[in-house]
């Protein structure tokens, strides 16, 4: 799978030999110097239309979900997929049908800390 970007968002898939686990995307994100939280959806559970003022960044450790970006379409992903997800983007999103498990970190951009 290739990657994907719309509104300014990117899917990265997996790119290891193995399987993505979870203490491999955590590595990923200790690399990165961001300290990720874990959080889980039930199958079609739906989040509302929402920004958030930092950079986001989430890996599906298990199951699906889908992220619908204003105004440029959908990004679909699965166990092992990376999110990047700029600041101030509109999306809403929906859980897949087995559910969804995520580690998601943030990263504020200069403007943001300096309350620009």
Request: proline share 7%; hydrophobic share 35%.
């Amino acid at each position: 799978m290739a990657q994907v970007q719309r509104s300014g968002a990117t899917r990265t898939p997996w790119d290891g030999t193995h399987p993505a686990s979870e203490e491999a995307i955590l590595s990923r994100f200790a690399a990165e110097g961001l300290r990720p939280y874990r959080w889980s959806n039930g199958p079609g559970d739906r989040y509302a239309v929402h920004s958030h003022p930092y950079h986001k960044v989430i890996y599906v450790v298990e199951g699906s979900i889908r992220f619908d970006l204003r105004p440029s379409g959908s990004i679909e992903l699965h166990a092992g997929d990376r999110l990047d997800l700029p600041a101030g983007v509109e999306h809403s999103a929906v859980v897949g049908p087995e559910g969804v498990v995520c580690l998601e970190g943030h990263r504020w951009d200069e403007r943001a800390r300096d309350g620009a």
